[in-house]
């Protein structure tokens, strides 16, 4: 199974678009404000001594971060696109990058067997997967994991949709970074609240601690206040 051309080609026409311009992508924030607190939540449930894949890497930031934080990160997007752009800005190599569309089963199994049982990222990608593409998501997470490893999961929750609806209600519209996410049919917030972990359940992974957060943006509403989308994060596993 693979995720429709459509589907793909919204994702390359979205970072076809976006410059190596740092913080572009409205989900760009800087890893002070993302992964490095994730990661401080991760740890304690966590073998520091493994790799980390970082799901749906878009240009690396993240990634780049993790780098420091872990023996080894790979970072994995169904884009082509965004790949060349985090290659270009991992000057020095510090991660691993490859276009890996989640929902290959061959393909995530294959870079499993590579790197053995590793830790997972992965920030905001269920929320924006095909509903017929979700499951998939949380298996390759699962399989990633295997027995050793640890995942560290955001995801948007309902209440983001307000916030997202308010900044699209603004004098100008949505803002720039928010209108190009709208322009190439990408849907945030589109997971219900209840389906990210039914979804981690039955993909075979147990909820180890939980708890509610806001994804900071890099897009600001009209009075100047950063955007901020409500989510739920989940350290999961196999005890």
């Known amino acids: 199974m693979d995720v429709s051309e459509e589907y793909r080609d919204a994702w390359e026409g979205y970072w076809r678009e976006t410059t190596d311009a740092p913080g572009e992508a409205i989900w760009d924030s800087d890893p002070s404000l993302t992964a490095e607190p994730h990661t401080e939540l991760l740890l304690p449930y966590a073998d520091s001594a493994l790799p ?3 799901l749906g890497c878009g240009n690396g930031t993240q990634t780049r971060y993790l780098a420091g934080r872990f023996p080894k990160a790979v970072g994995v997007d169904i884009s082509h696109a965004a790949i060349e752009h985090a290659r270009r800005a991992d000057a020095t190599g510090v991660a691993e990058f490859r276009q890996l569309s989640l929902v290959d089963g061959p393909a995530v199994r294959e870079l499993h067997r590579r790197l053995g049982d590793c830790h997972v990222y992965m920030r905001a990608v269920i929320h924006q997967s095909r509903p017929q593409d979700r499951a998939a998501v949380a298996h390759a997470i699962a399989e990633f994991v295997g027995t050793r490893g640890r995942a560290f999961v955001v995801e948007l929750v309902s209440a983001s949709r307000d916030v997202l609806r308010r900044a699209a209600e603004g004098p100008d519209g949505p803002p720039p970074k928010l209108r190009r996410v709208f322009a190439h049919g990408l849907k945030p917030a589109d ?4 389906e990210v972990p039914a979804l981690l359940a039955e993909a075979g992974l147990d909820i180890f601690t939980s708890g509610e957060t806001a994804l900071a943006q890099t897009e ?4 100047g206040t950063r955007i901020e989308l409500p989510a739920r994060w989940f350290v999961v596993g196999r005890r």
């Not at 600001?220 to 009075?223: E, G, K, S």
């Open 191 to 194: 997971a219900s609240d209840e």
């Open 220 to 223: 600001y509403l009209a009075d």
């Open 52 to 54: 980390i894949v970082d």
